[in-house]
């Protein structure tokens, strides 16, 4: 069970930076691209605004995704020694206040820049309902961020984890006479064998358990989600957006 949480976590993460990843695309193209009365509500100001405004946008979202990785890249401090030990306790307090004021930036700064950006397109003629799903756009953003906060800050049950602990050292204790006996009917190498690889096994899959609990420390493990990956993406994404609107622009 405590094996299914964790790689479950993961596969969640990733579905949860997809969707985040969708609507900072569908916000970002909903800024730069959708005009109003009939396609003419964009031509009554300057070009060079709605260009500066649509950079000022894309820069606040690439902010918010590096703000983002920075906070799910931080050190986990929900293990048993940040809540047994001084020693954990003070590094989880130091960590939480960093992760608070981080999600701050992310959560409450940066969401508060992109709906004070749809009030500037308001203000310029935008058809109320159109901004009304920007602003669903908006929460979809907010959603998929507390949904990544959750998956990083909360881990599978303690009870869980420490009978997964005692099972992997004690279980081994129990099948002490198979290894006696298959020593006496094969040879001894073969029972210290035997013996030696029984708690190996499960020690090496309660670590892969441990590792997976944060899916995002990439540094600890080969199946972590790096922070470098979604920014690459974000950014790619956002450079092919910027092409595609810039031939569009030429043709017209």
Request: glycine share 4%.
């Amino acid at each position: 069970m405590s094996i299914s949480f964790a790689f479950r976590r993961r596969e969640l993460a990733l579905r949860s930076l997809t969707d985040l990843k969708s609507t900072m695309l569908h916000i970002y193209v909903a800024h730069s691209s959708w005009d109003w009365d009939a396609g003419t509500g964009r031509s009554v100001s300057e070009p060079n605004y709605w260009i500066e405004h649509s950079d000022a946008v894309l820069n606040c979202l690439v902010s918010l995704s590096d703000d983002l990785a920075r906070y799910l890249s931080l050190p986990t401090s929900s293990r048993s020694r940040h809540r047994v030990t001084a020693s954990g306790r003070r590094e989880a307090l130091e960590t939480i206040a960093v992760a608070y004021d981080l999600f701050d930036q992310v959560a409450v700064e940066r969401l508060i820049e992109l709906s004070l950006f749809v009030e500037k397109i308001k203000a310029h003629g935008m058809n109320p309902s159109e901004g009304s799903r920007i602003r669903q756009y908006e929460r979809y953003l907010s959603t998929c961020l507390e949904d990544l906060r959750i998956k990083k800050t909360y881990r599978t049950p303690q009870a869980l984890r420490s009978f997964s602990r005692l099972f992997s050292i004690f279980l081994p204790l129990v099948y002490t006479p198979a290894y006696a006996h298959l020593a006496k009917d094969t040879h001894l190498s073969m029972g210290i064998v035997f013996a030696a690889l029984a708690p190996l096994a499960l020690t090496a899959l309660y670590e892969s358990i441990c590792f997976l609990e944060d899916p995002f420390i990439s540094s600890l493990t080969l199946d972590g989600i790096g922070k470098h990956i979604f920014i690459n993406v974000f950014g790619m994404t956002f450079n092919s957006i910027l092409q595609s609107l810039e031939s569009l622009l030429r043709k017209l």
